[in-house]
């Protein structure tokens, strides 16, 4: 990981769980980084998006459930969650997706 990656995906990280705050209306759910591998795909080269440790690998969680259930469970895609991240950020694609 080089410099600037690890600076953006801190950036990324501290804006809590994404699910959380723009789902379920709550604030500053610490964060892990969770990869959106939809397409196959290195695990490196995909994007990423911050859920709080219960909605990353919890049993409410997108490893929990699998990528359907998730989405079944909150209403809302893992890519759907990813337009969260990139608006609170200010742009339109996130680091790894501009290379």
Do not use: Y
């Not at 410099?3 to 759910?29: N, P, Q, Y």
């Not at 591998?37 to 690998?57: D, N, T, W, Y």
């Amino acid at each position: 990981m080089t410099k600037d990656e690890k600076i953006a995906f801190d950036k990324i990280a501290r804006l809590g769980c994404i699910l959380c705050s723009s789902v379920l209306g709550f604030e500053g759910s610490p964060a892990e980084l969770h990869h959106i591998r939809r397409f196959g795909g290195k695990r490196s080269a995909s994007p990423v998006i911050p859920l709080c440790p219960e909605h990353h690998r919890g049993n409410s969680g997108v490893h929990g459930l699998g990528a359907k259930g998730f989405e079944r469970k909150w209403g809302v895609t893992q890519e759907g969650l990813l337009e969260k991240v990139n608006q609170r950020l200010g742009d339109q694609t996130t680091p790894r997706e501009t290379k």
